[in-house]
């Protein structure tokens, strides 16, 4: 089975940072996609940041030139450093990738989902 474990949420001020962490583990082929994805309160989830295989990377206009997502491959991890943090990016930021397993020589690709990490932005 595949776990993604998020990390790095908390309490912090109007303009300051933090940097969000997501750890993929389980018997992993391969892993094609890797994004953070966001729900406020009383709002609908929506995609934040993803990243390929081959690291290209998508961020929203809503925090573009703020945010930055990126991937250690041997780690199998994803990272979305957050800048200049504004209170409306309040929400609790998940973690979702698209992950190929191997299982008795047969390939399967799926979406998986990360608990999930609260980020509070209030003065």
């Known amino acids: 089975q595949v776990q993604l474990v998020e990390s790095g949420g908390g309490l912090v001020q109007p303009g300051g940072s933090l940097r969000l962490s997501c750890a993929a583990s389980?018997?992993?082929?391969?892993?094609?996609?890797m994004g953070w994805y966001r729900q406020a309160p009383g709002k609908q989830r929506e995609l934040v940041a993803d990243?390929?295989?081959?690291?290209?990377?998508n961020v929203v206009d809503s925090v573009k030139g703020r945010f930055t997502i990126s991937r250690d491959y041997a780690k199998n991890t994803v990272y979305l450093q957050m800048n200049s943090l504004k209170p409306e990016d309040t929400a609790v930021y998940s973690c979702?990738?698209?992950?190929?397993?191997?299982?008795?020589?047969?390939?399967?690709?799926?979406?998986?989902w990360g608990q999930g990490t609260q980020v509070t932005v209030s003065s």
């Open positions: 389980g018997s992993i082929f391969s892993i094609n996609r």
């Open positions: 979702n990738a698209a992950i190929t397993l191997k299982n008795g020589g047969h390939l399967y690709t799926a979406d998986y």
């Open positions: 990243i390929t295989s081959g690291g290209r990377t």
